[in-house]
């Protein structure tokens, strides 16, 4: 990944390739608790959350950007293309408890915020995960790209978008990407326990908190050592697809990874995060579609993978 120094990443731009569920009710974060990846009882008025949605098995259903509007209201920003199926799925689940779930999307406005347009909203800094509100609206922080800082902003339906130039939605999905947090979309459903994701190193799960589906699987994953397959930054100089085959030179029959999320390169080119086979990456020798088809180039991530214990 090259970026020219002329990229500017300043500005807003609407996010509609996402959705919000609305989980509402006094016992709304209990009910999460006992679903998501994370802890949400414990989750602050100032504090986002990364989380996952799994299946019983480990796999990953959906991925949650989440946080408390009050104490009796959270919000969970999905792939849209994710958010009528896992609503449902969800629902199946709330049962006695007192929380409903409804698709908040039409309720609120949401703006990818990044660079200096953040300090017209709150300035100083802020680390990922961190939210600021300002009456009803909310800003949630994301991991930075290109040393610039990204933030959700959220708000009711009717609210004017926050003061700022404009950013392209392209240059705000690659910056999705090289800041080497993917979002879940519907093409993978099934495809990824957390740790192939790099969640456990990005705040997405929490080890001490209680059950949830899958979580004797993620569990297992880290504590034994069993890990065999991350999420790393790639460049291609042509286009690739979600959910593509990643192949090794070495190993021309067997796919060592998958496409996970990919965006153009503002300079030429696609970035991707994919998923893939530790020692594949190690190896080098990467290929898109097949063993012998367009070539992938590492690049660091712009964070540090914890060590499985």
């Known amino acids: 990944m090259t970026t020219s120094p002329t990229i500017c990443l300043n500005g807003i731009t609407p996010l509609p390739h996402l959705g919000i569920i609305r989980v509402e009710g006094e016992e709304a974060a209990k009910f999460l608790q006992g679903q ?30 989440g946080f408390k509007r009050s104490a009796t209201e959270i919000l969970l920003v999905c792939s849209q293309d994710l958010l009528a199926p896992t609503l449902k799925r969800l629902s199946m689940f709330v049962m006695r408890a007192k929380a409903k779930l409804t698709d908040a999307s039409a309720d609120f406005v949401l703006y990818g915020v990044a660079g200096d347009a953040i300090q017209n909203i709150a300035p100083g800094a802020h680390p990922a995960w961190a939210k600021v509100d300002f009456d009803s609206q909310n800003l949630v922080f994301l991991y930075p790209a290109l040393g610039q800082p990204r933030a959700l902003w959220i708000a009711p339906a009717g609210t004017p978008p926050p003061p700022g130039p404009t950013l392209s939605l392209d240059l705000w999905l690659w910056s999705e990407v090289i800041g080497g947090v993917a979002t879940l979309s519907a093409p993978l459903v099934d495809a990824f326990v957390p740790q192939m994701l790099n969640y456990e190193s990005i705040g997405g799960v929490n080890f001490k908190k209680g059950c949830y589906p899958g979580q004797e699987i993620v569990a297992r994953s880290q504590f034994r050592g069993t890990l065999k397959r991350r999420t790393y930054l790639v460049h291609a100089d042509q286009a690739l697809a979600v959910g593509g ?58 964070y540090a993978l914890l060590d499985d214990i």
């Open 245 to 302: 085959e990643v192949f090794q030179a070495a190993d021309p029959e067997q796919p060592c990874g998958t496409v996970v999320q990919v965006a153009p390169a503002p300079d030429g080119g696609f970035d991707a995060l994919v998923s893939m086979q530790i020692a594949a990456a190690e190896a080098g020798g990467l290929h898109a579609v097949s063993a012998d088809g367009p070539a992938l180039r590492l690049h660091p991530l712009p």
């Open 36 to 65: 998501l990846t994370q802890d949400f009882v414990l989750l602050g008025l100032d504090q986002a959350r990364l989380a996952g949605f799994l299946s019983a098995k480990g796999r990953m259903q959906a991925s949650f950007i």
